[in-house]
């Protein structure tokens, strides 16, 4: 689904700049004609509407390798051929998580796909809410958003997929025990060039975290601040790095990867545009190349 979300931008149907959308892999702009045609026919397009619950006409938002996404009001159409992301769809339909696309229903068009209708190939259909609808539509990630999701995914670590609920809170716990040992920070005299992983560790055990919130704060620390420079185990270095945004970039991230491991979808191809900006909160979209355990309700549609 990254193909086809990296296409939506902010559009207004009034505005009279051009809509840009994704198709193949370049974002191009497209015409109102384009972004009213729909491949199948009016009979099945009537059958996919009731049985998905989908109000108004179709508006195209964007095509990848696996298929096309249209929207319909608040909610969108994926029509696809990609059986991985169907299975791991139907396994977090109708459930929730605020940084997870919301999946409403997963369906086969058919049960053998005549040959002769559109998109023959495409024989799975997904229906989900618009990301971040209110304003028009999802943002790809910023700057900043990118460099934390492009540093998760060169390194895919186990605590991503089991990360801890209240991390928020261990943030907090180690923030407050550097406001009141201040003077253990100021004597550690780490050189310019000196790797302070190990210390770091000791420190958060001194503060009473340890085991899984330990690792989770060792982890979004390495790949925020990183563990080198002698001004981040400062006081004031500490308080930078637990406030900074890009701690709160990891534990949304880390927080929907835990989400759809705990529902038997192990997520491997985290990216820039597999993750939308919803308003500053990021949105783990498009499920497809995932590891999935069992599979969920895929009914045919009738």
Known sequence: MSELHKSWR??????RVKPKRVVGNK??????????DFPLDEQELSRIKKWGELDGDPSFLGSGTMGSAYQFASKVLKITRDTNEARAASLIAGKFHPNVYRVHKVGKRYD???????MPKHNFLIVYDLVAEEVGGPDLPNQEQQIVIKNMFANLKDIYYNWPDNFNDIKQVFLMWSQKNQDVLNSLNISKFEKYDKKLSDLISSAGIEGQ????LLTAWGSTAGFYGPGNLTPEGVERAIKSPLMTYIN???????FLKQNGVRFVDLKTTNVMNDDGRLVIIDVGKSNTEGVGDITTVS
């Open 112 to 118: 053998d796909i005549p040959e002769n209708v559109g």
């Open 252 to 258: 949304e991230v880390s927080s929907g990867l835990t």
């Open 213 to 216: 919130s330990k690792e989770a």
């Open 27 to 36: 974002l191009i702009e497209v015409t109102i004609e384009q972004l009213r």
């Open 10 to 15: 902010k559009f207004v149907a009034e505005s």
